[in-house]
T-cell receptor
Framework: GIQVEQSPPDLILQEGANSTLRCNFS?????LQWFHQNPWGQLINLFY???GTKQNGRLSATTVATERYSLLYISSSQTTDSGVYFC?????????????FGKGTHLIIQP | NAGVTQTPKFRVLKTGQSMTLLCAQD?????MYWYRQDPGMGLRLIHY???????AKGEVPDGYNVSRLKKQNFLLGLESAAPSQTSVYFC???????????FGPGTRLTVT
């Protein structure tokens, strides 16, 4: 099946810093989603981005489908950005496949 | 719209007991999914459904059964719970030919 690798696995930053999270995947996809899981376990959908670039406030994401990677940018980090960020993909082919998740990047924003 | 809801939010079972988790969506989505999340890991697919009356196995289906009697509901059953099924269970749904999935808030299950 499709493989998903996220880096870095852990990241500790000071409030106000910027960060870039990376997601590499092993095959062509028709779905790529970025999620934020907060410390209470809630899974928050950040972006649906199988290709191209999107922005939402301080967050933006870019997927280069031809090179099989996606980047999530967080600018001016706040303590509420802490948690685990997951990248999840579904392979192309038009099937009903569920998402394959990476192991996540654990982000800690210190005040 | 409530989106995707899950019942219950928390549950503690003893080994060998049975239970059913309910997922409901009010978006008229055709596809529904059940995932489990173990500590320190991403989610893994248990079962999914492409429409009312259909179900299929995912990556980790053993020990679970599912049913989709109504389009808006997807049930996950544990017939004889085991400690290895202690996990957080997430349900998701999506529209046909639109691949973005919408997730519920999760059910935290502990089997002692």
């Amino acid at each position: 099946g499709i493989q998903v690798e996220q880096s870095p696995p852990d990241l500790i930053l000071q409030e106000g810093a910027n960060s870039t999270l990376r997601c590499n995947f092993s095959d062509s996809v028709n779905n790529l989603q970025w999620f934020h899981q907060n410390p209470w376990g809630q899974l928050i959908n950040l972006f649906y981005i199988p290709s191209g670039t999107k922005q939402n406030g301080r967050l933006s994401a870019t997927t280069v489908a031809t090179e099989r990677y996606s980047l999530l940018y967080i600018s001016s980090s706040q303590t509420t950005d802490s948690g685990v960020y997951f990248c999840a993909v579904a392979p192309s082919g038009g099937g009903a496949d569920g998402l394959t998740f990476g192991k996540g990047t654990h982000l800690i924003i210190q005040p | 719209n409530a989106g995707v809801t899950q019942t219950p939010k928390f549950r503690v079972l003893k080994t060998g007991q049975s239970m059913t988790l309910l997922c409901a969506q009010d978006m008229n989505h055709e596809y529904m999914y059940w995932y489990r999340q173990d500590p320190g890991m991403g989610l893994r697919l248990i079962h999914y459904s492409v429409g009312e009356g259909t179900t299929a196995k995912g990556e980790v289906p053993d020990g679970y059964n599912v049913s989709r009697l109504k389009k808006q509901n997807f049930l996950l059953g544990l017939e004889s719970a085991a400690p290895s099924q202690t996990s957080v269970y997430f349900c998701a749904s999506r529209r046909d030919r639109v691949y973005e999935q919408y997730f519920g808030p999760g059910t935290r299950l502990t089997v002692t």
